[in-house]
Structures are given as structure tokens and as C-alpha cells.
């Protein structure tokens, strides 16, 4: 069965402490990693797509990074802006099947 | 950039209420979707639709239907609401090869 699990379920840091939020995952035919952000209130924003092992992106404090099994969303600085809840998904197979995972919700201090 | 959009942010209604969600979305977008989302349970797929007049089940289409008459809309029905339907509702839309693109959700509270 196709499994997306995401850690920690919640983390803390004091502004400028950088970090990782993981997204590990047990899919067939993986055709497409997405990190979305999340603020209360609202609809999940689009960061990033990933599509093979090796890949990076990176925007402002973010960079996203895939393994085979896994993906980091490495959190550089962060501000208290940055507090939010990180939705990993992954796209299998058809086009239109998504799996999410459960989550980050990350507060940042400052 | 894609607007979508849902018609309520909050509603409240009872049992045994028929129920309607509508949806809007501006970029032309063949893939219109329908999610709840649960603490501790992520988003999960309830339907979505490819085409006008089209629709497959998600994961969770049970007690709920939908409607895509117009290639812009695409409307969520709770058939008789019961309170474990009491959910933030996401909806979103997709262009080609391009991510899915999420309203600002519904939060629907059935007493």
C-alpha cells in the first residue's frame, strides 16, 4: 500500500536555527514529490515538486532534496514567518493520484 | 496565477441535511479534486473529476457525490450530513503536468 509519513509531527526552533522536516514514503511508480505550505485559515500553498533521486530545489530559506525513499525540506535561518504546516505528497502512478502525508507544523520563535 | 475558489469558509448545518460545496476555479483546468482533512490525517481524496460530467472515487466517496456540469465547477454534495462529516474541506484543480492548486477550504460543522 502506498504510505507517506512525515517527522516530527511537530518541531519548535528559535529564529535563526536551521533544520529538516522528512518525508518518507513506500510508493509504486513515484512520478512526482510536492511540498506545499500551510498556514491556519488556508488552502495548502505550492513550494516544490521533485522528480528523481538527487534532486534539489531551493527558494529563499528552503531547499528540498529526494532520495529514494525520502525527501528533506532543510530549513535555513528560519523566521518566525516561516511558522507553518509542511505537507509532503506524492504523485503515483495516473496522473491524478496524490498520497499526503500527515504533516509538520513548524513554530519558530523569535 | 490560479485562483480557486470556495463558495464558504465556514457553514454550519444539521443531520440529515443535504449539503452543498461548490467550487470555482479560473485557469481552464481539466482535474478539479475534493479532499477533507483531519487532524493527524492529512488530506484524503473523496473525488475528482477529469471532464465535464466526469467524476472517479477517491479513497473515501462514501456519503458524498459530485457534480461537474461546467469545466469551472465542480460541487461536492453531502447527501444526508451526519456529524462525522464535521471537516475542513479542500478543494483543488490541475492543468497537465502541473502541481494541484488549493482553495482556501470549508469548514463544515454538522450538529
Known amino acids: 500500500e502506498d504510505q507517506v509519513t512525515q517527522s516530527p509531527e511537530a518541531l519548535r526552533l528559535q529564529e535563526g536555527e536551521s533544520s529538516s522536516l522528512n518525508c518518507s514514503y513506500t510508493?509504486?511508480?513515484?512520478?512526482?514529490l510536492f511540498w506545499y505550505r500551510q498556514d491556519p485559515g488556508k488552502g495548502p500553498e505550492f513550494l516544490f515538486t521533485?522528480?528523481?533521486a538527487g534532486e534539489e530545489k531551493e527558494k529563499e530559506r528552503l531547499k528540498a532534496t529526494l532520495t529514494k525513499k525520502e525527501s528533506f525540506l532543510h530549513i535555513t535561518a528560519p523566521k518566525p514567518e516561516d511558522s507553518a504546516t509542511y505537507l509532503c505528497?506524492?504523485?503515483?502512478?495516473?496522473?491524478?493520484?496524490?498520497?499526503f502525508g500527515a504533516g509538520t507544523r513548524l513554530t519558530v520563535k523569535p | 496565477d490560479v485562483k480557486v475558489t470556495q463558495s464558504s469558509r465556514y457553514l454550519v448545518k444539521r443531520t440529515g441535511e443535504k449539503v452543498f460545496l461548490e467550487c470555482v476555479q479560473d485557469?481552464?483546468?481539466?482535474?478539479m479534486f475534493w479532499y477533507r482533512q483531519d487532524p493527524g490525517l492529512g488530506l484524503r481524496l473523496i473525488y475528482f473529476?477529469?471532464?465535464?460530467?466526469?467524476?472517479e472515487k477517491g479513497d473515501i466517496p462514501e456519503g458524498y457525490s459530485v457534480s461537474r456540469e461546467k469545466k469551472e465547477r465542480f460541487s461536492l454534495i453531502l447527501e444526508s450530513a451526519s456529524t462525522n462529516q464535521t471537516s475542513m474541506y479542500l478543494c483543488?484543480?490541475?492543468?497537465?503536468?502541473?502541481?494541484?492548486?488549493f482553495g482556501d477550504g470549508t469548514r463544515l460543522s454538522i450538529l
Open positions: 485557469m481552464d483546468h481539466e482535474n
Open positions: 510508493v509504486s511508480g513515484l512520478r512526482g
Open positions: 473529476s477529469y471532464d465535464v460530467k466526469m467524476k
Open positions: 505528497a506524492v504523485q503515483v502512478n495516473n496522473n491524478n493520484d496524490m498520497r
Open positions: 483543488a484543480s490541475k492543468g497537465g503536468n502541473q502541481p494541484q492548486h
Open positions: 521533485l522528480y528523481s
